[in-house]
């Protein structure tokens, strides 16, 4: 199983970043799949999932209405459009497939800042 993140870096208060999480080793859209952040200082904590045909989604409250998670089954990669960025919205991020103990991407920095 592998997880392999793109996208990221450096963006100024209210723009817009998309991450994407390319994976393989598993059949992809049989599985929900989270993204996942963890700011300097806190403890990791969940910001969105879409389930395995992306029917469904659900959000942290502190992204609601500013992230976007979507997936393409056909390319086996999960998105995360990411607009009105906030300086809180710093942190690295990471996707997370729920295949036995879970396995993680790389992770992702996001650095909101002007």
């Known amino acids: 199983v592998q997880l392999v993140q793109s996208g990221g870096g450096l963006v100024q208060p209210g723009g817009s970043l998309r991450l994407s999480c390319a994976a393989s080793?598993?059949?992809?859209?049989?599985?929900?799949m989270s993204w996942y952040r963890q700011a300097p200082g806190k403890e990791r904590e969940l910001v969105a999932g879409?389930?395995?045909?992306?029917?469904?989604?659900n959000y942290a409250d502190s992204v609601k209405g500013r992230f976007t998670i979507s997936r393409d089954n056909a390319k086996n990669t999960v998105y995360l459009q990411m607009n009105s960025l906030k300086p809180e919205d710093t942190a690295v991020y990471y996707c997370?497939?729920?295949?036995?103990?879970?396995?993680w991407g790389q992770g992702t920095q996001v650095v909101v800042s002007s």
């Open positions: 997370w497939a729920p295949l036995g103990r879970g396995y």
């Open positions: 080793g598993f059949t992809f859209s049989n599985y929900y």
């Open positions: 879409i389930t395995s045909a992306g029917g469904g989604t």
